[in-house]
């Protein structure tokens, strides 16, 4: 596997790639476990050359506090990633990515302010932004997205299209702990007493109760609900367990 820090050392390699060649690519921000590997294994097997992007993207924290503790390390990434048979990792710094200080941005105005968005201000300009950057470097014709973050998935499947980027999104299933937790680098912040509570989020999602009810059993649970909306077939929540914000969704039954 070869590291690649900025975008011309990247397009050099990139010019000498036989265009029949499939590139997929996983956009990540480190921290890497079970549910990122399930991604870069899709791409690995479904293309000819898999790229995985490294980058703590700032401007996608509304947050200062969770962007300083977000538990990521680099040489425990670039094994993981090395092992997975990824051919280039490409970790470029805050100058690579934003020589323009972050002055131009990608803004979609409706569903980016629902949900997630709504508690958030400015997170998906930042996904957005950051991705698009990604995929104007990278070009990739394939690239991989967890359903994890099914609202992210599908403003960026918006995205492609409304500026007609010729690249094929593959959004991909949540990986769960056999607990039914949804796997996150976020949970490694919680103590043993928040990992033993926090698969209650799923389990209580899938329950057969109003919205109402939800939020209630949540609270009692410990959490302290961001929200929980249904919107376009899907249950989608946001809660906090011991400081940490745990996001999950599922597929409306019926
Ligand atoms: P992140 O590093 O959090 O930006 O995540 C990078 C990619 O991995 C995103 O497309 C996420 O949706 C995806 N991802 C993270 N956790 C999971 C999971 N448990 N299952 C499936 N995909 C995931």
Same mark, same amino acid.
């Given at each position: 596997?070869?590291?690649?820090?900025?975008?011309?050392?990247?397009?050099?390699? /990139?010019?000498?790639?036989?265009?029949?060649?499939?590139?997929?690519?996983?956009? @990540?921000?480190?921290?890497?476990?079970? $549910?990122?590997?399930?991604?870069?294994?899709?791409?690995? %097997?479904?293309?000819?050359?898999?790229?995985?992007?490294?980058?703590?993207?700032? @401007?996608?924290?509304?947050?200062?506090?969770?962007?300083? @503790?977000?538990?990521?390390?680099?040489?425990?990434?670039?094994?993981?990633?090395?092992?997975?048979?990824?051919?280039?990792?490409?970790?470029?710094?805050?100058?690579?990515?934003?020589?323009?200080?972050?002055?131009?941005?990608?803004?979609?105005?409706?569903?980016?302010?629902?949900?997630?968005?709504?508690?958030?201000?400015?997170?998906?300009?930042?996904?957005? @932004?950051?991705?698009?950057?990604?995929?104007?470097?990278? /070009?990739?014709?394939?690239?991989?997205? $967890?359903?994890?973050?099914?609202?992210?998935?599908?403003?960026?499947?918006?995205?492609?299209?409304?500026?007609?980027?010729?690249?094929?999104?593959?959004?991909?299933?949540?990986?769960?702990?056999?607990?039914?937790?949804?796997?996150?680098? /976020?949970?490694?912040?919680?103590?043993?007493?928040?990992?033993?509570?926090?698969?209650?989020?799923?389990?209580?999602?899938?329950?057969?109760?109003?919205?109402?009810? %939800?939020?209630?059993?949540?609270?009692?649970?410990?959490?302290?609900?961001?929200?929980?909306?249904?919107?376009? $077939?899907?249950?989608?929540?946001?809660?906090?367990?011991?400081?940490? /914000?745990?996001?999950?969704?599922?597929?409306?039954?019926?």
């Amino acid at each position: 596997m070869k590291i690649i820090h900025t975008p011309e050392e990247w397009k050099k390699i /990139r010019s000498g790639i036989a265009s029949d060649k499939k590139i997929g690519f996983v956009p @990540t921000m480190g921290g890497l476990h079970n $549910g990122h590997l399930s991604l870069v294994q899709k791409c690995h %097997k479904e293309n000819d050359i898999s790229v995985v992007s490294v980058y703590l993207n700032p @401007t996608q924290f509304n947050d200062k506090n969770d962007l300083l @503790t977000y538990p990521a390390n680099f040489e425990d990434d670039s094994a993981l990633l090395e092992k997975a048979g990824v051919d280039y990792l490409f970790a470029p710094d805050y100058s690579a990515m934003y020589p323009d200080g972050y002055t131009y941005k990608v803004i979609e105005t409706d569903f980016s302010q629902k949900l997630c968005g709504a508690k958030r201000p400015g997170h998906f300009d930042g996904v957005l @932004t950051i991705v698009m950057k990604l995929f104007n470097i990278i /070009r990739p014709q394939n690239a991989y997205f $967890g359903e994890k973050d099914f609202q992210q998935y599908v403003l960026l499947d918006g995205m492609v299209k409304a500026f007609f980027m010729d690249i094929h999104l593959v959004p991909c299933p949540i990986v769960r702990e056999e607990n039914g937790l949804a796997i996150s680098s /976020r949970n490694r912040k919680l103590s043993e007493k928040g990992l033993a509570a926090a698969p209650k989020l799923h389990e209580i999602l899938e329950n057969e109760s109003s919205l109402e009810q %939800k939020k209630n059993e949540l609270e009692s649970s410990g959490f302290t609900v961001d929200y929980i909306t249904e919107h376009n $077939g899907r249950l989608y929540a946001a809660a906090f367990l011991e400081g940490v /914000r745990l996001i999950d969704n599922i597929p409306l039954k019926g």
